[in-house]
């Protein structure tokens, strides 16, 4: 079963707007990581943010993360019509983190 | 480096054909995984493998069977084709549990 749930499923902004996406998990985590997929592309990897980690930056992106809520946010600064994709969070247990689990994905479209 | 490269990127099968998905990769990762992407489902794991002649059964395992005689390879069987096997797969390695991961370009299967 999916453990991560990212809101909102779809968003849709314009260039230069900053894009938020959150993602919930309902069990204690090793670490949580963000992905990008282009569309009929594979996955790519963003950010890995550790449990005892509150922030991340790299570029464009900010992730934050609240173990005590359970949640984490992806923000896009100055968006750009490059940055239309889809957007993942996948936890890696604690405890169990022979595996990854997968949200269900938020999609954003950058409208130029 | 070629990373993960999953062949092939299409294929069309007729229900009770068997087939197998390639997935090599080229960084001496011990970690290895299968998933099925559906639409609205996200990434489901059918199998995944944490080193050479170790496999385990994801969340939808029923219908695919998998080894590891090699750090390299990580091929996908699908025994008997079904059209619920229709997707995109995904194969995915990294070095350990809470390390980033990298994905192949996908396979696109349909089976009629």
């Known amino acids: 079963s999916q453990q991560g749930e990212e809101d909102p499923q779809a968003l849709s902004i314009q260039e230069g707007e900053n894009a938020t996406m959150n993602c919930s998990y309902k069990?204690?985590?090793?670490?949580l990581q963000w992905y990008r997929q282009n569309s009929g592309r594979g996955l790519v990897h963003l950010i890995l943010i550790r449990s005892n980690e509150r922030e991340k930056h790299s570029g464009r992106l900010r992730v934050t993360l609240d173990t005590s809520k359970k949640s984490s946010s992806l923000l896009i600064t100055a968006s750009r019509a490059a940055d239309t994709a889809s957007y993942f969070c996948a936890t890696s247990r604690a405890g169990n983190n022979r595996k990854l689990i997968w949200g269900l994905g938020t999609s954003l479209a950058v409208n130029p | 480096n070629a990373g993960v490269t999953q062949t092939p990127k299409f294929q069309v099968l007729k229900t009770g054909q068997s087939m197998t998905l390639q997935c090599a990769q080229d960084?001496?990762?011990?970690?290895m995984s299968w998933y099925r992407q559906d639409p609205g489902m996200g990434l489901r794991l059918i199998h995944y493998s944490v080193g050479a002649g170790i496999t385990d059964q994801g969340e939808v395992p029923n219908g695919y069977n998998v080894s590891r005689s090699t750090t390299e390879d990580f091929p996908l069987r699908l025994l008997s084709a079904a059209p619920s096997q229709t997707s995109v797969y995904f194969c995915?390695?990294?070095?350990?549990?809470?390390?980033?991961?990298?994905f192949g370009q996908g396979t696109r299967l349909t089976v009629v």
């Open positions: 995915a390695s990294c070095t350990g549990p809470n390390t980033e991961a990298f």
């Open positions: 069990t204690s985590i090793n670490n």
């Open positions: 960084m001496n990762h011990e970690y």
